[in-house]
């Protein structure tokens, strides 16, 4: 597998009319909405390092690579690409970089648009298209790598990305704080260590099913990820004990966090204000609804609620919290995964004028994902 | 590439005036309107006044409505203009050829602050600094920094994706914009971005920042603002060999720390800024000092500063000194930010350049530097952000001599192809524009410089807004076809003078109307 | 430059300082009459712009928008501190203003202002009438007319509001050196009560206070209006006053006066018979509170009042000193001092400026007065007539419950309350 391949079977898709399911490792391929393809176009093969110097921080890997092999290779030279999306790391850099998929540590090192430094995509045309660089600051030419990231397979292939990569911290520590007391209580403690001078690497609230899940405790949890030199970590942890009790878990526990969202039929994510959710953090981590695993990026403002029982989805989603989406004008309610019947009447995301736009530019045919997007 | 020669532009049509003008002036008032070619003579050049242009036209709204209306009419119109905030570009960005300027300098409120979200709503006349002013008393800063912050608008930041020293920690203006609110060239308002989270569908927040103007205007912009580092210290190191600073940045960068800045000056802009206001205190006699941040919690910041310290050392530097206090540290920083300012004092021109290089490559590419500035007989001085391998080559020269602006020319040309060669960019903070378009075509495809033609052409199809600037019309495939196009034939290559004219066609130019 | 057009005059002597200029904008946001006015054409850079084209032929000296937007510069020379490159611009402006003046007529308010203050005997009078029309309530009761005249009876009827202090008989030994003082036209004529203040406070932190007969106005509103020969010739009466005076320093009380009095050097640079005596004077002029921070200076008595400081630009930014006053201040006990928000912005005073351009001067006033205003302070202090004047009459028309003073009056009551 090549650009080349990815060329001709775009161009011979092109000329038969005939659409393409982009898919990387197809381990993400219940995500967005059923599309309808006449065949698939996996970079499952277009995998591997293109060049790698450990000394610039920047990595060129094809669009096919897994993210466990990206973690692979660097660690060797001590260091990381600090993106961490939901699901699992088997899931390649390509589809995570179309899906603009981001994890917990994204409060502190971004999302996968800050991480992209440049891309090489095959249009709808069959042109091979190059945005961006290899160099970690760079202005030239409009940003056709932003443009692409989240689009979902929908303006392009994505065959090659260049990311910025960081050095492994030197102490990496996870610690669990159990959030009891009453409604006011919680959100009076998780505002005090938001707003404290702390800056982990990721910070994560728990519902009870999430804790239970990862075998860490009964109570909703505030989890942080401390990472740096030694003395950095070691302040903020005296920091933290200033604040609240907490106990060292292994930091192997956000993988397991990441892995819960595998194999869930429904997963919804809500963002807004962050001030906000750390107000109302405490009501939303109930453990009424067992079925509803739940974590909140109170940095960010992003909830997450993966759901297991899909026929109650929408139901419980609209009943337990309240949410429906043109409802809320100071929140973002994305659908990450739905049961296909369940995407009729969600609204389309790109149906405005300049995102057709684009579309009809860099796709004009629609074989590209068509449908994904809910156009 | 920068057209050395100073080209007085004489206004290109009688003051007899142009009818728009009269109905601007309705919503703007008369005051906010130019029409002179006299009073035009300053909109002709931006921070790179090698370039100049005379506009027909300025107009300067006051309101976001005003702003609205005046695009609105310049469309209906089917009239050209260009967006400018501050006019400090260093790309020949924001210059009109005959055309319409906006000045958006007036739109210069700041609309809201959120601290609890730590967010702040502005208007793109905004200053820079004045936006740092207006947050700091809570704690917060927005992070990108250009050197032209107590001047440059957020506007302008937008429009060119600025950068900064402290971009090495923090990041450049993609990272720290939510939303913005365009006005299209059509006149239609849309948002993109969102102001209160994290939105799907295409990243068209992301697409306008850094398209220079091509792609509309911001009526106003939200930003993610950052709390202040509990700790900041700054070094600084200096060395008697060049060389020995770009092994010490290379080193720093793959140590894994992070600092908040890694500047790099050499000798040459040492010495030009001890000879101006904002002498700093650097060594006069170093070859090269390196004006190192980092930030954070104090305890981290303690054991990194030690870390970099034996680096430096380790790595041949004389000297390793620790800004003492604020007022210390603030005036190693003016002499950084203003050098650039400070070469006018070693001849009348200057051309600047914005390279990007692999960090590794470092002390290679500034021995070839060396060794072209040899060659051809200029001063090369040399103010960059090196933790980002983010070049800034200077060379102050004389325009009305023809034989030094072309060994100047030829020199800056040979080392834009080093960095090129080296995997490099050609513009890391400061845009295309004007002075860049030429060097588009060796980083770029045709098909890719085709694929932003056609990213343009959604926002602007009829290509009014800030028109001959970014990538050169040529390259686009469907644009050969329009009517009365100028087209240049054949392939440009390096070694070409550029072109100092637009090459883009204007099929709305106001005087063919 | 290839082909001058306008060769052989003041600005094309003025070339290299106009070619440092990189157009990097810097200046732009420390410039009031840019963020007043919002047009480029109306800031330092624009007017250097203005000033390159004018050599280059692109624009004609004639034309009549070109000299508004030098004539609408204050002169303020904030810019200057600001600029990385060094240019010299309020020499520029000088020089643009002396080769402009061929080609227009100075407005006649302007004129006849420069005519008088050039003659010794019409300046006297002049002043003596302002000062009976000062002591009389007739400029109170005419300073909330509209327009110019309203104005300057503002400005008038602000001399006559200085604090209350008893008078007291300083001892000085001297041995800080002996000083002349600049007796001014407008300190002189208009604020007698400061420049006796300044001889005092001078001689209690130990300078030995010398006569300077034959001194005239300094020259700095006809250099600022680009009338040098009139400066030039005023200058050398000065430098052979202060010559004879056989003083180590020449103190000077007005911030404008002692900004040109420290570039007089500049000023006769091509007379060969006076650059050098020109240039040995300059050196010895310091603004009055340069002289009292070198001596302390020594604590008066209690003076339990507020205060907030506003720096003359000629003194802030033209003659760079930034500390000297509030030294001064600190010398008072119990005064209080608040933090005046942007107190190095223009007053928008400018010499004459704000009766030949009374619109942008008014418009550069007004955020001064806000900002004063906000700070509650009852006495505003700055070390300079024209801003005296201007804040003075500003605070009057806005009916803000606030005073201008000079520093050096403050510091005078302070030790009157002391019995020295």
């Known amino acids: 597998m090549s650009t080349e391949a990815v060329v001709s079977a775009i161009k011979e898709s092109g000329s038969t009319r005939s659409s393409l399911r982009i898919a990387g490792r197809s381990t993400w391929l219940d995500a967005g909405r059923p599309v309808r393809a006449d065949k698939t176009l996996s970079l499952r093969h277009d995998s591997g390092v293109v060049s790698y110097v450990p000394g610039d921080l920047t990595l060129t890997v094809r669009a096919g690579t897994p993210l466990s092999e990206i973690e692979r290779v660097t660690r060797e030279h ?180 990441r892995n819960l969202e595998n194999g869930a039929e429904c997963v919804i994510r809500i963002s807004g204000l962050p001030a906000s959710f750390r107000e109302v953090s405490a009501a939303m981590l109930s453990d009424e609804y067992p079925w509803i695993s739940e974590y909140i990026d109170p940095v960010r403002g992003v909830l997450r609620l993966v759901l297991r029982a899909p026929d109650d989805a929408a139901a419980s989603e609209d009943s337990v919290l309240g949410i429906d989406p043109a409802g809320r004008p100071d929140e973002h309610v994305v659908f990450e995964k739905l049961p296909g019947e369940s995407w009729d009447g969600i609204p389309s995301a790109v149906s405005d004028s300049l995102s057709q736009g684009v579309k009809k530019a860099y796709d004009p045919h629609n074989i590209l994902n068509p449908g994904i997007l809910g156009d | 590439m920068t057209q050395p020669t100073p080209a007085p532009t004489q206004a290109s049509t009688s003051p007899a005036q142009f009818p728009v003008a009269e109905r601007l002036a309705e919503i703007v008032g008369e005051r ?20 100049r242009r005379q506009p027909r036209l300025a107009v300067f709204p006051g309101t976001r409505e005003e702003t609205v209306a005046v695009v609105r009419l310049l469309a209906a119109e089917g009239l050209s203009f260009v967006p400018r905030g501050a006019g400090t570009g260093l790309s020949g960005g924001a210059l009109a050829d005959d055309i319409v300027v906006i000045g958006l300098h007036r739109l210069k409120k700041i609309i809201s602050l959120d601290v609890a979200n730590r967010r702040a709503t502005v208007e793109p006349g905004v200053v820079n600094l004045r936006l740092n002013k ?60 969102s102001k209160v989270g994290e939105r799907d569908g295409y990243d068209l927040r992301g697409a306008f920042i850094g398209s220079e103007g091509c792609f509309g205007l911001a009526l106003d912009i939200t930003v993610k603002l950052t709390p202040k580092p509990q700790t900041v210290r700054t070094l600084l190191a200096d060395f008697t060999s060049i060389d020995q600073a770009a092994h010490v940045t290379s080193a720093i960068i793959a140590s894994g720390i992070v600092p908040a800045a890694l500047e790099f000056m ?102 070839t530097i060396r060794a072209i500035s040899e060659k051809y007989g200029v001063v090369v001085c040399n103010v960059f952000h090196a933790g980002d391998g983010n070049l800034h080559p200077n060379i102050a020269y004389s325009a009305d001599d023809p034989a030094e602006s072309e060994r100047v020319h030829k020199a800056m040309t ?23 378009m030429g060097y588009m075509e060796a980083i770029f495809s045709e098909s890719s410089l085709n694929a932003m033609c056609e990213l343009r052409a959604v926002f602007d199809p009829e290509r009014r807004s800030n028109p001959g600037k970014v990538v050169p019309v040529h390259a686009c495939k469907e644009w050969h076809a329009v009517p009365g196009g100028r087209l240049r034939t054949g392939t440009s290559s390096l070694t070409d003078a550029p072109e100092p004219r637009p090459v883009e066609a204007e099929p709305s130019h106001p005087s063919a109307r | 430059m290839p082909g001058c057009a306008l060769a052989g005059t003041p600005l094309a002597d003025a070339l290299p300082g106009i070619n440092a200029c990189v157009h990097c904008g810097f200046c732009l946001q420390a410039c009031p009459t840019y963020l007043t006015l919002e047009d480029e054409n109306d800031s330092p850079r624009g007017r250097i712009f203005l000033m390159r084209s004018l050599l280059e032929g692109t624009v004609k000296p004639d034309d009549p928008s070109v000299q508004q937007h030098i004539d609408q510069c204050l002169g303020c020379r904030a810019c200057e501190p600001v600029c990385p490159s060094g240019v010299p611009y309020g020499q520029l ?32 009078p002049a002043m003596f009438f302002s000062r009976i029309l000062a002591a009389t309530p007739i400029p109170t009761l005419l300073s909330g007319i509209k327009g110019r005249l309203g104005f300057a009876m503002a400005m008038l009827a602000s001399t006559g509001r200085s604090i209350e202090r008893s008078r007291y008989q300083p001892v000085t030994r001297g041995e800080r050196g002996s000083v002349a003082t600049l007796r001014g036209c407008v300190m002189d004529g208009l604020f007698s009560e400061t420049n006796r203040a300044t001889r005092r406070v001078l001689a209690v932190n130990g300078y030995a206070i010398v006569a300077a007969p034959g001194q005239s106005c300094c020259g700095a509103l006809h250099a600022h209006a680009g009338d040098l020969e009139t400066a030039r010739s005023l200058a050398r009466r000065n430098i052979a006053a202060f010559g ?137 202090a700055t070390g300079n007539p024209g801003c005296l004047m201007q804040i003075g009459a500003g605070l009057i028309r806005a009916e803000i419950p606030a005073r201008a003073i000079h520093p050096v009056d403050l510091l005078d009551a302070s030790y009157a309350a002391f019995g020295q």
């Open chain 3, 93 to 124: 402006l000088e020089a643009t203003r002396a080769t402009l003046r061929e080609y227009r007529s100075t407005p006649f308010i302007a004129r006849a202002i420069l005519f008088v203050f050039a003659r010794e005997w019409l300046l006297r």
């Open chain 2, 32 to 51: 906010h309107v130019l029409s002179r070619p006299s009073e035009l003579l300053v909109y002709n050049s931006d921070g790179l006044p090698g370039y």
């Open chain 2, 134 to 193: 207006h947050v700091a008393p809570h704690g917060l800063l927005y992070a990108p920094d250009p050197s032209s912050e107590a001047a440059c608008t957020i506007g302008g930041n937008v429009a060119e994706n600025a950068g900064g020293p402290h971009c090495l920690k923090y990041g450049v203006t993609l990272n720290h914009v939510l939303a913005i609110t365009v006005l299209l060239p059509s006149g239609e308002v849309v948002e993109l971005g």
């Open chain 3, 244 to 380: 004879h005076s056989g003083a180590e320093f020449i103190a000077v009380n007005a911030a404008g006066c002692g900004a040109i009095m420290k570039e007089y050097g500049h000023l006769l640079k091509d007379d060969a018979e006076w650059h050098e005596r020109a240039a040995s004077m300059s050196a010895r002029v310091r603004d009055v509170s340069e002289l009292l921070a070198a001596a302390g200076p020594r604590e008066g008595g209690p003076l339990p009042i507020r205060v907030t400081y506003d720096a003359p630009c000629h003194l802030e930014h033209a003659q760079r000193v930034t500390q000297a006053p509030f030294s001064v201040l600190a010398a008072i006990p119990g005064l209080e001092l608040v933090p005046l928000h942007d107190s190095d912005q223009c007053c928008g005073s400018a010499g004459i400026y704000n009766l030949i351009e009374p619109e942008t001067s008014d418009a550069v006033l007004a955020p001064k007065l806000a900002n004063i205003r906000a700070t509650g302070a009852p006495w505003v």
């Open chain 2, 266 to 367: 050499d000798g040459p802009t040492i010495r030009v800024v001890e000879d101006s206001i904002y002498a700093a205190s650097y060594p006069r006699d170093a070859e090269a000092i390196l004006l190192i941040e980092l930030d954070g919690l104090e305890a981290g910041v303690s054991a990194d500063l030690e870390a970099v310290r034996r680096i430096c050392l380790d790595g041949g530097a004389r000297n390793v000194k620790v800004a003492r206090d604020d007022a210390e540290r603030m005036k190693l920083w003016q002499g950084r930010k203003k050098a650039f300012g400070a070469m006018g004092r070693l001849a009348p021109h200057l051309i600047v350049q914005d390279a990007v290089i692999p960090r590794t490559r470092l002390p290679e590419i500034l021995a």
């Open chain 1, 78 to 257: 001590d260091q990381w690409l600090p993106l961490d999306p939901y699901g699992s790391p088997d899931g390649t850099i390509g589809a995570t970089i179309a899906t603009a998929s981001a994890g917990p540590l994204a409060s502190s090192f971004g999302l996968p648009r800050d991480l992209l430094l440049g891309l090489e995509f095959v249009n709808g045309r069959g042109d091979v298209v190059r945005g961006g660089g290899k160099v970690v600051k760079n202005v030239a030419g409009f940003d056709l790598s932003r443009l692409l990231t989240g689009s979902w397979g929908t303006l392009g292939v994505i065959t090659e990305v260049t990311l910025r990569l960081y050095a492994l911290p030197k102490a990496d520590r996870t610690f669990a704080v159990a959030l009891k007391g009453s409604k006011k209580e919680v959100a009076s403690l998780v505002r005090a260590i938001v707003m404290s001078p702390l800056t982990p690497f990721a910070l994560q609230l728990l519902n009870p099913p999430v804790v239970r899940a990862l075998d860490i405790g009964e109570h909703p949890v505030c989890l942080i990820r401390l990472g740096g030199n030694e003395a950095a970590v070691d302040v903020q942890l005296r920091a933290l004990s200033s604040l609240a009790d907490s106990k060292e878990v292994d930091t192997a526990v956000w993988d397991g966090l």
């Open chain 2, 414 to 436: 040979e080392i834009m192809q080093a960095c090129i060669d080296a995997g490099g960019s050609i513009t890391g903070e400061h845009g295309v524009g004007l002075d860049k």
